[in-house]
Each structure stands twice: as C-alpha cells, then as structure tokens.
C-alpha cells in the first residue's frame, strides 16, 4: 500500500491560497509528516515538519487533524515562483530500522498569471 | 557551507561503459543517499549509508554499487551502464542519522546522465 496519496497536478493563479492536502491512512504513532519542494532542475527541498495541530513558517503552513490520517500544506497568496512539484512524505523503514524516504510522484502546482 | 555538492552536472554515456558519480557534503552528515528520478516521476531511492563504512540497497540498487570511506564522501559507481540508467540522480544527506522520526534531507543540485 502506498504511504501517502496526493493529487497529481493543481492549477492556481497569482495571488491565491493553494492547498494540497495529502492523505496518509496508516500513519505510524511516531511519524512525522514532512513536505518538501521541487523546482525544474533542481534537488528537493524541505519546506516544512508536523507532528500534529498546525506549524506555519515563512514559506507554508501545515495542517494536521487530530486523527492525523491527512495534512494539508497551504500556500498563502501564491506567486509565479510557486510553480513547482510538492511532495509528501511520512515515515517508513527498512527492515534494518532505517528511514525509508520514498517520493511519489508528487502533486505538480502550475501558478498562472 | 556549500551543503551537498554533485559532480559532474551532466554525463553522456554509451552503453556498457563505467563511471562514477560524486557527491560531496560538507555539513558532517551521517545519513547520505542516492536517488535517481525518471521524467515526470519521483525519486527512487538507489543506495544508502548512515556512516563511514555503513552502506545498503534502497528501492531499485541493481546496476549500482557505493562506498562510504569518508563522512564527507560518497560516490555511486555505475558499473556497466544501460539506456535504462538514462536519468537524474540525486544525492541528499541528512544530519539525524537515517533513524530519527523528524529526517530531514539536504539535496544536491543533481547529475543529469544520458546512456546512448
């Protein structure tokens, strides 16, 4: 089963909110629940870490129900430089005991003028 | 710091000759990893190493060994290479370990490498 399930393409336009909710239904109790961000040509990058409630920074917010089953990433008055794919990852193992960091496809944001 | 560097930036390779990637990190991190990603898809998680000395397989290690002589260093060898290896590979590291529930990756620039 996969971890996380993202939708696969947004739309938006300058100036919006956009939020990308990930679903992950089988979460462990101690995963963390990490986005991060991919330009064209380039590495990813963290954006931003949860556990639960909310955690906000100067790129994003994070929001994450009590049942942690979900979290939305939201992405406050978009700009053209927000177009990039999002990814969203929670915890996995390998059967030694180390993280598995599996990227999916991702959810690839398209910001319009 | 210059973080996590990547050489070369791209390659053109023909089938069934050697090469190796390099990936450098100057952040004395522990955890250091290889994934490659395939247009429109997302990274696939080749080899890892959470120490000088300490490497396994990831996702899709066949094709690939590593190394991890130094914190610092660690390269992916493609030892015969095949148009299936045509890709972006990219090394991350991470300051937690390869354990710590909260991991967060520090990723290179990437080598963009072409198998003819």
């Not at chain 1, 996969?2 to 939708?7: C, D, F, S, Y």
């Not at chain 1, 030694?96 to 496809?105: M, V």
Request: glycine share 8%; net charge neutral; proline share 5%.
């Amino acid at each position: 089963l996969a971890k996380t399930t993202q939708p696969i393409s947004m739309d938006s336009y300058e100036g919006q909110e956009v939020n990308i909710t990930c679903s992950h239904n089988n979460i462990a109790t101690n995963d963390y629940i990490t986005w991060y961000q991919q330009f064209p040509s380039q590495g990813p990058r963290f954006i931003i870490q949860g556990y639960k409630t909310k955690v906000t920074n100067e790129v994003a917010s994070l929001f994450i129900p009590a049942d942690r089953k979900s979290s939305t990433l939201s992405l406050p008055r978009v700009s053209l430089s927000d177009t990039a794919v999002y990814y969203c990852l929670v915890g996995d193992t390998f059967s030694g005991g180390y993280n598995k960091l599996i990227f999916g496809a991702g959810t690839r944001l398209a910001v319009h003028p | 710091n210059a973080g996590v560097t990547q050489t070369p930036k791209f390659q053109v390779l023909k089938t069934g000759q050697s090469m190796t990637l390099q990936c450098a990190q100057d952040m004395n991190h522990e955890y250091m990893s290889w994934y490659r990603q395939d247009p429109g898809m997302g990274l696939r998680l080749i080899h890892y190493s959470v120490g000088a000395g300490i490497t396994d397989q990831g996702e899709v290690p066949n094709g690939y060994n590593v190394s991890r002589s130094t914190t610092e260093d660690f390269p992916l060898r493609l030892l015969s290479a095949a148009p299936s290896q045509t890709s972006v590979y990219f090394c991350a590291s991470s300051y937690s370990g390869g354990r710590a529930t909260n991991e967060k990756l520090f990723f290179g620039s990437g080598t963009q490498l072409s198998v003819l």
